[in-house]
């Protein structure tokens, strides 16, 4: 990864063809090669886009924003306030099929995934970066790491992420302090170990028990949620957690059957076959 790293204040060469561009900018101490993508889903969001995109780092390579069917302006207001975003539009329904859906168009080497309703600070994005450049396959953003914090979470949430959390941390090994919450980022060769499949919330739950499962390094991100600006969530307490429940079940069990099958030797098999 250290081939990506560079240190902003390194005088290069500008007329050098080798040097010239290669690097953008990312803070005072720090320059990156690969090229970011920030994936946001969004659906009849216009009103919170504007507040979304002032925070948005200019060095980042694109925005892709999915369109969920909105019925008011999204689009139009994600072009004017982005004049080069790239919009896709969501033919199936559900947070994780436009997250999918969004991931497919991106052509940078690190995506990085970020709420329409105006409750994540994309000034926060350097930290996710950074993490990635520095080694982290997956960089998870947690409201409950040190130097995290929500603005956004009922007593019932809290108590629903911490019992969810704690199983996945006890099944899968994983180490997490937050579970169900949709700012991350990670290069993108990581969805080929993932293979993401499902719609709705429960999509973040997902990727971050495939990634313990496929061993890849995460590192979490002390993050600041922040409330919806304006609108009501999708969002539903119990209707989701025992989504999110039961893909974990799920994952468990998948596991355990891998393990069976892993377990089973090759000559026993092999004389059942005959004998059947």
């Known amino acids: 990864m250290s081939s990506v790293l560079q240190p902003a204040g390194t005088d290069q060469d ?5 040097t010239s561009g290669k690097y953008r900018p990312v803070s005072s101490h720090l320059a990156i090669a690969p090229p970011v993508s920030v994936v946001i889903p969004a659906m009849n969001e216009a009103e919170n886009l504007p507040y979304v995109f002032k925070t948005l780092p200019d060095w980042i390579h694109e925005v892709v924003l ?3 069917n909105s019925t008011d302006n999204t689009v139009q207001v994600a072009r004017d306030l982005w004049p080069g975003v790239k ?3 969501q033919r199936g329904k559900g947070k994780g099929d436009a997250l999918i859906s969004g991931f497919q168009a991106c052509t940078g080497d690190i995506i990085v995934m ?3 309703d105006g409750s994540a600070d994309g000034n926060e994005i350097v930290s996710y970066v950074s993490a990635l450049v520095s080694g982290a396959d997956f960089a998870k953003g947690s409201r409950f790491a040190n130097g995290g914090g929500t603005d956004d979470m009922t007593f019932i949430r809290k108590l629903g992420n ?5 199983i996945v941390n006890r099944k899968f090994g994983a180490r997490y ?3 169900c919450y949709g700012y991350n980022a990670f290069w993108r060769h990581c969805l ?3 293979e993401l499949d499902c719609t709705g919330f429960e999509v973040e739950t997902l990727m971050n028990i495939r990634v313990v499962k496929a061993g ?6 002390p993050s600041h949620e922040y409330l919806r600006i304006h609108g009501t969530s999708n969002l539903r307490a119990v209707r989701d957690g025992l989504r999110v429940l039961k893909v974990i079940l799920k994952e468990r069990s998948n596991r355990r059957a891998l393990r069976r099958r892993g377990n089973r030797s090759p000559l026993l098999e092999t004389v059942r076959e005959r004998v059947s």
């Open 87 to 89: 919009v896709v539009e």
């Open 162 to 166: 911490r019992v969810l959390c704690a």
């Open 114 to 116: 970020v709420d329409a």
């Open 66 to 68: 999915v369109d969920g």
């Open 14 to 18: 500008d007329n050098d063809p080798s």
């Open 177 to 179: 302090t937050d579970l």
């Open 192 to 194: 080929d170990k993932i």
């Open 216 to 221: 890849l390094k995460v590192q979490e991100i």
